[in-house]
């Protein structure tokens, strides 16, 4: 089936008769509004929310221009509140404590749990004391590490409760990846599990926590604590796994049964510590401008940029790009398949959903576990009706046809999200028309772990969506496209995606770097926000995100620099030089094509590739791991000058011999002989 990219896809009418936005022209106002008169528009938002004290100075105050001082970003000057409590309390004292939080979706469809408000808040509080306990108080930050379960949620409010700051590392990221993240963050505790079940395959938590903890000792880091969740003996392990057959491989035992490796006085049983905690603890008044969290993400050095979010702004940009973008109703049940690791699940599965006093659900495995159609039996059982996932989730799942999903009654679905990657033509159809029946709307939602909401998005009553495009600006986003030379693009044209000011949702510095913060985001164009993804609008103003145009690629939605592998590959002895380029691929969106150039005495065999992969797996994670790597023994094409040539990289990656002028390159030679021996199909 091939989309047509010119169509125009209209709200259904079941979305619209009951929307918080139901046509373009009320979209109209209310952006204008949001522009025109940001006070008066976030104002009222900010009045659903408990303020123990309200804004004192300017609403907002912010400089985007180098050039006139310091950069900074203020929303709700001398305003304040607790996330927690708007999340927690504020819905419990309106008398909604019984009312379902999360149902919890195990990796195992024999495992569920149901979470209600009062039952978060009773653990958060108890949390909350345990980490004071240790210490732990305002400003503090506190490390995450944790595979998607209730205490994920609970772990991270309790951060928010006393006012310390959250450090979430994905749990697919190395020992090494965490451990950088805690020395750069000063992480005096991490809260863990000891294992998790990701489909068939059992990941260590605890192992890969325990090297991590290894690393910071000898950096100087006392990690004073390692509060440890005792998940494993409540979950249903795999089939194959309780006939001793771990990850596909009958060799290798599991230990899921086994003792997990403990070093008395730091780790503590989660279980333990709560039993006698005391289950009251009152929510610490912030500053709206006070740190909320920080979560790293990839940059251009290799280094990762601890992004900094503060409590007021995010608050009230998270809970309205939830309400709007998914047009929250009470009795919604929603459903986002994104890991809290990363920002859609900071943003979407909880804080937006639990300001909004939502419903969802938490889902802990994988797509294709133990069926394809695992997604699909969730939004059946629990009557899903918003479901946010990734491009990558849904091609991987197309591949396998419309029956897995047609084998259930999808009929309560009515809003369907996309995020992390432009979405495909193709995939955008086939969620329209096999997942939603043709009788949703779709809603393709841009944004950035740096913008902490949707900027640039459908809104589902009101929007006519064309595939493969983001459509409007969210309320108070102020679009611009540049050209090379910074000049605004106006009607129609291509160029960089950037912003004129600030939503209350914008980062507000990189973490222990403020300068690194200006230079990434700013220096380019002074009085911009410079997203590093290019865009073009179309004759009726709709906004299509063509990718990054940095050094930056994006695996199945994982934002990767190619500097952070590249560094990890030349870690190995045998690389003299490596370059990281992205190639398409039909389900991650872009994979990683790695070109290494080896040191004398090398040669290049499977046990090699083997050991580079290892390589970037270790240093970064598994989701890293490059699908092609190309050795070359006549060196990587430069300029005089020295730089590696990305772009002729690219080229022959994909196999295109349109290299255009290579005359700046000091050995243009080199071209012809990386061509000949590309890698042409399968894996390296
Ligand atoms: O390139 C854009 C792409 O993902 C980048 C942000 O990655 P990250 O900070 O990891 O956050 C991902 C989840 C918000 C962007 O710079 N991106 C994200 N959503 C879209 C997208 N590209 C096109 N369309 C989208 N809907």
């Given at each position: 089936m091939s989309a047509d990219s010119k169509a125009v896809y209209s709200p259904p009418n079941k979305v619209v008769s009951i929307s918080h936005c139901s046509s373009m022209e009320q979209y109209r106002r209310m952006y204008e509004k949001s522009i025109q008169d940001p006070e008066g528009f976030w104002g009222e938002i900010a009045k659903s929310f408990h303020f123990e004290q309200e804004t004192t100075g300017k609403f907002c105050d912010y400089n985007f221009d180098p050039s006139k001082g310091r950069i900074f970003i203020k929303w709700l000057e001398g305003a304040k509140t607790n996330i927690c409590y708007n999340c927690l309390d504020r819905h419990i004292e309106a008398g909604k404590g019984d009312q379902i939080a999360f149902y919890w979706e195990g990796n195992d469809p024999a495992d569920r749990r149901q979470l209600t408000y009062a039952d978060i808040l009773r653990d958060v509080c108890k949390m909350a004391n345990v980490l004071k306990g240790y210490g732990v108080a305002k400003g503090h930050r506190v490390a995450i590490y944790m595979p998607m379960i209730p205490e994920l949620v609970v772990a991270m409010l309790a951060v928010a409760r006393i006012g310390a700051v959250h450090s979430i590392v994905f749990g697919g990221y190395s020992s090494e990846s965490l451990a950088e993240r805690m020395i750069d963050a000063q992480a005096s505790i991490l809260i863990t599990s000891d294992a998790v079940w990701r489909g068939t395959k059992l990941v260590h938590l605890k192992d890969i926590a325990d090297g991590a903890l290894e690393i910071c000792k000898q950096k100087d880091l006392d990690v004073k604590k390692s509060i440890v969740v005792k998940h494993l003996c409540r979950v249903t392990a795999p089939q194959s796994a309780a006939n001793g057959v771990a990850n596909g491989n009958p060799s290798k035992k599991t230990h899921f049964d086994d003792k997990v490796g403990w070093k008395e006085g730091r780790d503590v049983w989660w279980e333990d510590v709560m039993k006698d905690a005391k289950s009251d603890c009152h929510a610490v008044w912030m500053d709206a401008e006070d740190p909320l969290f920080m979560l790293y993400t990839s940059g251009s050095t290799g280094k990762p940029k601890g992004v900094l979010h503060t409590v007021g702004g995010y608050m009230l940009y998270s809970a309205t790009t939830f309400k709007y973008s998914f047009d929250y109703h009470p009795g919604d049940i929603y459903f986002c398949t994104a890991d809290i690791g990363w920002i859609t699940g900071h943003s979407y599965v909880t804080y937006g959903p639990l300001l909004n006093g939502a419903t969802s659900v938490l889902f802990e495995g994988v797509p294709t576990y133990p069926h394809t159609g695992r997604f699909w039996e969730i939004v059946e059982m629990c009557k899903v009706n918003k479901f946010y996932t990734a491009p990558t989730a849904i091609r991987a799942l197309m591949k396998f046809g419309d029956e897995p999903v047609k084998k259930y009654n999808l009929s309560s679905l009515s809003v369907l999200g996309s995020v992390g990657e432009p979405i495909n033509p193709e995939a955008w159809m086939w969620y329209y028309r096999v997942v939603g029946n043709s009788d949703v709307s779709i809603v393709d939602t841009f944004w950035q772990t740096e913008t902490g909401g949707h900027v640039i998005t459908p809104l589902p009553g009101a929007t006519p969506a064309k595939p493969g495009s983001a459509c409007y600006p969210f309320f108070g986003v102020d679009v611009a496209l540049l050209d090379e030379e910074g000049k605004e693009i106006s009607g129609e044209g291509e160029g960089y995606l950037v912003f004129r000011r600030p939503w209350p949702g914008i980062m507000r510095t990189v973490y222990g770097n403020h300068e690194r913060f200006e230079t990434t985001y700013f220096k380019k164009f002074p009085g911009y926000y410079c997203t590093g993804d290019g865009a073009r609008r179309d004759a009726d103003g709709y906004i299509w995100v063509t990718g990054r145009i940095d050094d930056m690629l994006n695996v199945s939605g994982h934002l990767l620099s190619t500097a952070q592998v590249e560094s990890a590959l030349v870690e190995?002895?045998?690389?003299?030089e490596a370059a990281a380029v992205a190639r398409p691929h039909h389900v991650k969106g872009e994979c990683l094509y790695c070109f290494v150039y080896l040191a004398e005495g090398f040669e290049f065999n499977p046990k090699l590739a083997a050991e580079l992969k290892g390589k970037v797996r270790e240093k970064i994670g598994p989701f890293a791991t490059p699908d092609y790597l190309q050795a070359t023994s006549v060196g990587l094409p430069k300029t005089r000058s020295g730089k590696i040539m990305r772009r002729i990289l690219r080229k022959v990656a994909v196999g295109d011999k349109e290299f255009g002028d290579i005359s700046t390159l000091a050995d243009p030679s080199i071209v012809d002989v990386l061509f000949q021996s590309r890698i042409l199909d399968g894996k390296a």
């Open positions: 190995h002895e045998a690389v003299a």
